[in-house]
């Protein structure tokens, strides 16, 4: 569904996409993460027709979305500061929004304030950020759209609507084969709710991949070896740290691959724990240095 070829994009020198390569499939809810700077806001950017890029292609449905009228109607961005006029009512946009949407579906739009329980006649400027938050899930929902883009979605949303909205969303997805890709750096949630997760850095794709394989690819073990024992050569360690006995590693491969190799050590226990996708994000990115490091003054 969402095509990202060779993407090129700099600005005043800085080269912010350096030859990005993105595929997310229809009807994936796909997790785009990466630290500070690695251009994933440009890359939504891109995928909302905002910038024009250099070179390379951004292509959804297999068309492109740059002054592509016709993409974009069947597009659901929400950046992740909200922009409205400042005077219309949520109303005033939903009229906006239907008569700029062919597939804006008003029906939709009256049944979902039974969810978001905000008055339609309000200005946006009233509302508190997380209600302008709500209000933006209320409208994109009813546009019926095909592929939805977020970039920092939920931030400012209480905990019981951050469950609602994303519930709105999946439902979507099961129901209509809606595509999500979302930007976040709360990957706990992420890891709720995605099937597929790309993580960028330096304006590269440093891997692409489903989360049951991504998760698969890479292991924490917890070890205790008996002494004068040693570890296999063959192991591709990312991470190894200590305490007395105990060992932790974080290793890449199969759980059951490098569990049946290390039980040739005769360890005294030997306990696979499957990692979150926050750490496989700092072990991918370059295990220790990106931890966060006790320093003593």
Request: proline share 5%.
């Amino acid at each position: 569904m969402i095509q990202v070829r060779d993407l090129v994009k700099s600005f005043e020198g800085f080269r912010a996409l350096d030859g990005l390569n993105v595929s997310v499939p229809q009807g994936a809810v796909y997790g785009l993460v990466g630290p500070n700077g690695a251009g994933k806001s440009t890359l939504i950017r891109h995928l909302a027709g905002i910038y024009r890029q250099d070179s390379g292609e951004v292509l959804i449905g297999g068309e492109p979305v740059y002054e592509n009228p016709a993409v974009k109607s069947r597009l659901a961005y929400i950046p992740d500061d909200i922009f409205y006029y400042t005077q219309a009512s949520i109303r005033d946009m939903m009229r906006f929004y239907r008569d700029l949407y062919p597939g804006f579906d008003e029906a939709v739009f009256e049944k979902l304030g039974e969810v978001f329980q905000l008055d339609p006649k309000r200005t946006m400027r009233r509302l508190s950020k997380g209600q302008q938050k709500q209000a933006a899930f209320w409208l994109a929902l009813s546009l019926r759209p095909e592929v939805v883009v977020l970039d920092e979605p939920v931030d400012g949303l209480d905990p019981v609507m951050r469950r609602q909205v994303w519930g709105l969303l999946l439902a979507d997805v099961a129901e209509r084969g809606t595509t999500v890709l979302v930007s976040s750096h709360n990957l706990r949630e992420l890891e709720d709710v995605c099937d597929h997760v790309g993580i960028m850095n330096h304006g590269k794709m440093l891997l692409e991949r489903s989360l049951s394989e991504l998760q698969d690819n890479i292991v924490k073990i917890q070890l205790a070896l008996p002494d004068g024992g040693v570890l296999p050569e063959e192991l591709e360690i990312l991470h190894r740290s200590a305490i007395g006995r105990v060992q932790q590693l974080i290793l890449r491969g199969r759980a059951e691959e490098l569990t049946e190799k290390l039980a040739a050590a005769k360890p005294l226990f030997l306990d696979p724990v499957p990692l979150s996708l926050e750490e496989i994000f700092i072990y991918e990115l370059g295990g220790a240095d990106h931890e966060v490091q006790n320093i003593l003054l």
